[in-house]
Antibody
Framework: QVQLVESGGGLVKPGGSLRLSCAAS????????MTWIRQAPGKGLEWISY????????NYADSVKGRFTISRDNAKNSLYLQMNGLTAADAAVYYC????????????????WGQGTTVIVSS | DIQMTQSPSSLSASVGDRVTITCRAG??????LNWYQHRTGKAPKLLIY???NLHRGVPSRFSGSGSGTDFTLTISNLQPEDFATYYC?????????FGQGTTLEIK
C-alpha cells in the first residue's frame, strides 16, 4: 500500500545537526513533489519545505531557510531533510507528505503523510 | 506570507451534531484551500481540496465551501472518530500556510 515512513529523529544539542529520512513505498515516488511539515509541542502544523519531483526545485519556510536542506533520491525512493544549527524552536514532530500538486497556486493538497519522527533539541 | 485565521479555536459537540469551522485568508486565494484532520498521535489526513472537493475515501458528511477569503468546513452527523483537530491550509503561494487549528471535542 501507499506508505511513507520517517526516521532519523532524536535528541540533539542546540547548534547540532540531524538528518531525517522518509522512505516511500507503494507508488511511483519520482512522479511526485514531496514536502516536510512539522508540529512543535502544543502548536499547529507548519510547512517547512518542498522539493520537486526531479529534485531540481526546492523552497523553504523563512524559519529554516539557510539551515535546512531538502533533497531526494528517486532511485532509493527516499526523501531527506538535513537540519543544521538546530535550536529549541526546531523541536517538533516532523512529517513527510506526498504533494498532489506541482508548484503554486496548487489546487490539490498533501494526500499521503507519514507517522512522523520526533526531534528534541536540548542540552 | 498569507495569514490564515480559523474560528473557533475549539468547540464542543455531541455525536450526531452538525458543526461548522470557518477559515479566513488574509488575501484572496480563489479556491486554493485545503482542509486536514489531525488526530493525536496519527498522521494528518486530507479531507477537502480546492475548497469544496472531497478527497477520495473521505465520508460524505464532510463538506467544504467558500472562495476568495472566506471558507467553511462542515461536518454533519458527527461520529466518534471525527473528534480531532482540523486545519485549513492555503495553497495559493509559498509558504502554503496553515490556520492555527480548531479542536473539536466531545461534549
Amino acid at each position: 500500500q501507499v506508505q511513507l515512513v520517517e526516521s532519523g529523529g532524536g535528541l540533539v544539542k542546540p547548534g547540532g545537526s540531524l538528518r531525517l529520512s522518509c522512505a516511500a513505498s507503494g507508488f511511483s515516488f519520482s512522479d511526485y513533489y514531496m514536502t516536510w511539515i512539522r508540529q512543535a509541542p502544543g502548536k499547529g502544523l507548519e510547512w517547512i519545505s518542498y522539493v520537486s519531483s526531479s529534485g531540481t526545485s526546492t523552497n523553504y519556510a523563512d524559519s529554516v531557510k539557510g539551515r535546512f536542506t531538502i533533497s531526494r533520491d528517486n532511485a532509493k525512493n527516499s526523501l531527506y531533510l538535513q537540519m543544521n544549527g538546530l535550536t529549541a524552536a526546531d523541536a517538533a514532530v516532523y512529517y513527510c507528505a506526498r504533494d498532489l500538486s506541482s508548484g503554486w497556486p496548487a489546487y490539490y493538497g498533501l494526500d499521503v503523510w507519514g507517522q512522523g519522527t520526533t526531534v528534541i533539541v536540548s542540552s | 506570507d498569507i495569514q490564515m485565521t480559523q474560528s473557533p479555536s475549539s468547540l464542543s459537540a455531541s455525536v450526531g451534531d452538525r458543526v461548522t469551522i470557518t477559515c479566513r485568508a488574509g488575501l484572496p486565494i480563489s479556491r486554493y484551500l485545503n482542509w486536514y484532520q489531525h488526530r493525536t498521535g496519527k498522521a494528518p489526513k486530507l479531507l477537502i481540496y480546492g475548497a469544496s472537493n472531497l478527497h477520495r475515501g473521505v465520508p460524505s458528511r464532510f463538506s467544504g465551501s467558500g472562495s476568495g477569503t472566506d471558507f467553511t468546513l462542515t461536518i454533519s452527523n458527527l461520529q466518534p472518530e471525527d473528534f480531532a483537530t482540523y486545519y485549513c491550509q492555503e495553497n495559493y503561494s509559498t509558504p502554503p500556510t496553515f490556520g492555527q487549528g480548531t479542536t473539536l471535542e466531545i461534549k
